[in-house]
Every structure is written in C-alpha cells, then in structure tokens.
C-alpha cells in the first residue's frame, strides 16, 4: 500500500504569506492619533486639580482650550464649565469647575472617571464607583446654564 501525502496549497482568501495583495492594516505608527475615549483613576484628593492624559492634550493638536464642558452621562443635559491649565510640558488639568463637578457626581478615592470627548470641547463622563460599578444619577434641575453654580445641586443617586 502506498502512501499518499497530501499537500496544502494557497487556496483560500490570499491572506497567507508571499500572497501579493496585502489586506492588513497598516503598521500603528502610521495611523492617525485619535484619542476619544480615556480615564483617570482617583487616587489623591478628588476635589483638587485633575491631569488628563498626554495623549488627549497632544490630541487636541495645540488648540488649548480655556474651558471644557463636562456633561455626566446619565444625568441630563447640563454643561458643566471647567477651566483647563496647560502646564507647557503637554499636560493638561481640569482646574476651576471641577471641584463642584466632582461633588455632584460623587467622584471620591478610589473612584475611575470615564470621559468621552464629543467634539466641540464637550467631554461626557462616567463615574465608576470602587467596585467598578457605575454609579448612576439622574437630575432634576434642566438648568444648563452653569455661569450661576455658586451652590452646588448634586445630581441624585436614584433609590
């Protein structure tokens, strides 16, 4: 009996080596930088200044914004106003505003706050609890003008 041997071929889809049409991507280096979506993890006073990211600040190509416009994912359409420092190094930081964003959403130590840039200079953000769990909050004040935030309406944890 003789023994047959089988060999495989280059049929399929041409994705294999030495195909002559290459369908992969291109090599990370040569991709645009899109930085969207990013987080921070509380691990000092959550009440003072905040760094972002390097790569969101070298994201936003030099444009330095003066202010942001943070919206809580889950807690109605309201804007609030933070000042944005620039250190000179490529640093950003959520400075004035962010203190009363923080304690109407409940940021404290430990927390993980998710921030989607919308464009604009609109960030959505989501607040993550020490368990990882998502804390979530409704509003009852339809007020998004935020030039008037002397008092602080913390948005409510629902029951």
Request: charged share 30%; with cysteine; proline share 7%.
């Amino acid at each position: 009996m003789a023994s047959t041997s089988r060999t495989r071929t280059g049929r399929g889809r041409g994705r294999g080596r030495g195909s002559g049409s290459s369908s992969l991507p291109p090599p990370p280096s040569t991709l645009p930088l899109i930085i969207e979506e990013f987080f921070i993890v509380v691990y000092e006073d959550p009440l003072v200044k905040k760094a972002l990211p390097k790569k969101f600040a070298d994201y936003l190509d030099s444009q330095e914004p003066a202010k942001v416009y943070l919206r809580a994912a889950d807690c109605g359409p309201r804007l609030w106003t933070v000042e944005v420092i620039f250190d000179g190094q490529g640093r950003m930081y959520l400075d004035k505003g962010w203190e009363k964003f923080a304690i109407a959403h409940g940021v404290d130590f430990g927390c993980f706050v998710h921030f989607k840039y919308e464009g604009d200079d609109v960030l959505t953000v989501k607040v993550f609890d020490g368990t990882m769990c998502e804390k979530y909050y409704y509003s009852d004040d339809e007020d998004t003008d935020d030039e008037s935030d002397d008092d602080v309406k913390p948005c409510i944890h629902p029951l």
